[in-house]
Nanobody, 123 residues
Framework: VQLVESGGGLVQAGGSLRLSCAAS????????MGWFRQAPGKEREFVAA????????MYADSVKGRFTISRDNAKNTVDLQMNSLKLEDTADYYC?????????????????WGQGTQVTVSS
């Protein structure tokens, strides 16, 4: 399984970015997908996840109402729309593929990881 993230960059506080993750190598529609982030000096943390069918989503409290995760199983992609960005959203963002189709939060429930894309929010 290969996961490739794109869409990171520099944005001012209050702005928006859309991250995308392209997946290959396995049956995408049966795999839950997640986004995690890691800020300098901090542990990698859960951001959002979506079930294989796309019917169920889950968000960290810190991003709820601002971020939206979505997927296109025909294109094998999962996106993270990030609005109202804050300085504390600055981090490397990672796409991950789970072992099964149900939404999970824990890092050890994800089998494959992308290389990450950097998001920097400036004041």
């Amino acid at each position: 399984v290969q996961l490739v993230e794109s869409g990171g960059g520099l944005v001012q506080a209050g702005g928006s970015l859309r991250l995308s993750c392209a997946a290959s190598g396995r049956t995408f529609s049966t795999t839950a997908m997640g986004w995690f982030r890691q800020a300098p000096g901090k542990e990698r943390e859960f951001v959002a996840a979506i079930s294989g069918s796309g019917s169920t989503t889950m968000y960290a409290d810190s991003v709820k109402g601002r971020f939206t995760i979505s997927r296109d199983n025909a294109k094998n992609t999962v996106d993270l729309q990030m609005n109202s960005l804050k300085l504390e959203d600055t981090a490397d963002y990672y796409c991950a593929a789970g072992y099964r189709s149900t939404v999970v939060v824990a890092r050890n429930e994800y089998a494959y990881w992308g290389q990450g894309t950097q998001v920097t929010v400036s004041s």
